[in-house]
């Protein structure tokens, strides 16, 4: 159990005259600092906290130990695809080869970096069915923009002005109508059957010439796979329109079947759900977006291309950076996050062509298993087998008034992370439940052991379950204050400062 002591602030630890660190010698020269501008020099030294090195390992570590993350227990977070990072990606990215790299070096002295986009961008498309890929978007919601604005590029190249309007499902994730009003177009919603899935006959009204096109994930937020997709994509396209894939849900798919032979034109990625990749804290992350053929010329710049008749002995690159005839322009620094591309080109190689189809089937029985064990005692408002998650609507017996969020609180006095709860908005209570396919039957079983308990404890003793969570190092917070009244310094500052 970790220490009070070293729970405190930094700066409350401070005592004067502490020290543990020692700078290296000073190898400027001692006028440097009378040719910067006077404005920039500080008239007092910065205060910062006065500790030993003990103190300072210490509480960074007892701090370390109050998160919660893929390495220190399960975390079924819903739609989030939360899966463990191994740990060969890491060692990976961290090749001195790689970390050294400069963004501005000249392409003859990175071919090997170039090399790894390239390979990466050509993996991703042979798993995805795509013709290419760019790695240059930040993360999925960035690389939903950049999806939009090459559909929106598309569009206009024809001179087909009219079409600014985004069909969207009442079930989507919340980036994907913000994505299309960021990239300038008007959103229109179609709504979702009983079962879950996109309702066809109300589509059908939707579809003229000001359509852009469609964004869809599949399976759905609910994990439905859309059993109508190859109906709905032809619909689109008839009427003019490109199908949108969001690879949020990419991760049941693997092995199985490819977005672009289900009628997508473009899509994203999430490197960082799907392959492995660090998740979660604000980043970083990484949102390929990959297109048919026909639509390669407006991927963004630049891109990682390949002479493949270049001969390196003669001084000939086979790696060098281009661009299409009509790109929408660079949406980013460079070419992304090269860091977690590395990390998800390791896992891709690792798992290899004949291990990746497992993936998505493992993922699935997963979600199923779970599932199955405790429809018993949580409301399943969608029967039937999913796909790599699934969606209750609060505890089967709600006479007690134990809510979704008790539930989650009481989880963490369990050792799990809570599953995404209140999402998706189609049912009030929800819960979405995402395991993924390197969880092992014994972690499911002590999850659906912790669930089944808290169940019980709603009805028999459901005081118990409001008021969690009870072994955690801070109690439930006021959300809403900790929003509005934030602390962002250690002490409150005067006029003077």
């Known amino acids: 159990m970790n220490n009070v002591f070293y729970d405190k602030l930094i700066f409350e630890l401070s005592r004067h005259g502490r020290q543990g660190y020692s700078l290296p010698k000073n190898s ?11 404005h920039l020099l500080r008239s007092q030294a910065p205060e910062l ?12 570590t007892n701090m370390s130990n109050n998160n919660v993350g893929v390495d220190t227990g399960f975390y079924p977070l ?3 695809t939360m899966k463990y990072n191994p740990k060969i990606n890491e060692l990976m990215s961290e090749n001195p080869t790689f970390v050294n790299l400069h963004p501005l070096q000249c392409e003859e002295t990175v071919q090997g970096a170039l090399k790894l986009y390239y390979e990466l961008q050509q993996m991703l498309a042979e798993i995805a069915g795509m013709s290419e890929f760019t790695l240059n978007p930040y993360a999925g919601a960035h690389g939903e923009l950049t999806g939009l604005m090459i559909m929106r590029q598309f569009h206009l190249s024809r ?3 009219k079409r600014v309007k985004v069909i969207v499902p009442d079930s989507a994730h919340g980036t994907n109508p913000a994505s299309a009003a960021v990239a300038g177009m008007q959103v229109v919603v179609v709504k979702s059957r009983p079962d879950g899935t996109v309702d066809v006959d109300d589509l059908r009204p939707l579809l003229d010439d000001t359509v852009a096109g469609m964004m ?12 109508n997709i190859s109906q709905i994509a032809q619909l689109v396209h008839e009427a003019g329109g490109l199908m949108y894939y969001d690879g949020a849900n990419l991760n049941p798919l693997l092995g199985k079947c490819r977005p672009g032979d289900l009628g997508f034109d473009i899509m994203h990625i999430n490197l960082h759900k799907t392959f492995s990749t660090p998740h979660g804290g604000g980043g970083p992350g990484s949102g390929p977006v990959g297109v048919t053929d026909g639509l390669e010329q407006f991927l963004p710049m630049p891109r990682v291309l390949r002479d493949s008749e270049a001969n390196p002995e003669k001084g000939e690159y086979e790696f060098y950076l281009g661009g299409g005839d ?17 990390r998800a080109y390791a896992y891709i190689l690792s798992l290899g062509r004949e291990n990746i189809k497992h993936v998505g089937p493992l993922a699935t029985l997963n979600a199923n298993y779970v599932k199955e064990q405790l429809k018993d005692y949580y409301e399943l408002p969608l029967e039937g087998v999913c796909k790599h998650e699934f969606v209750f609507d609060g505890l089967k017996d709600k006479s007690t008034g134990v809510t979704t969020l008790d539930v989650a609180k009481r989880l963490l006095d369990y050792g799990f992370h809570a599953p995404t709860i209140y999402f998706p908005l189609l049912f009030h209570e929800a819960m979405m439940i995402e395991p993924t396919e390197n969880e092992s039957r014994e972690t499911l079983d002590a999850f659906i052991d912790a669930m089944k308990k808290i169940a019980i404890e709603a009805k028999e003793n459901p005081e118990l379950v409001k008021s969690a969570p009870h072994n955690t190092p801070v109690r439930r917070l006021d959300d809403t204050k900790a929003a509005l009244d934030q602390i962002v310094t ?5 006029k003077q400062d």
């Open 159 to 161: 001179n087909d002005l």
């Open 326 to 342: 009509i790109p929408i322009g660079a949406i980013s620094s460079f070419l992304g996050n090269f860091g977690v591309a590395i």
């Open 78 to 80: 819903g739609s989030c």
């Open 490 to 494: 250690y002490r409150m500052l005067t």
């Open 216 to 227: 869809m994930t599949n399976p759905n937020t609910l994990g439905i796979f859309e059993h």
């Open 49 to 60: 906290p006065e500790v030993d090195e003990p103190t300072v390992v210490r509480h960074y």
């Open 28 to 38: 400027f020269p001692d006028d440097f600092r009378f040719s910067l501008p006077k």
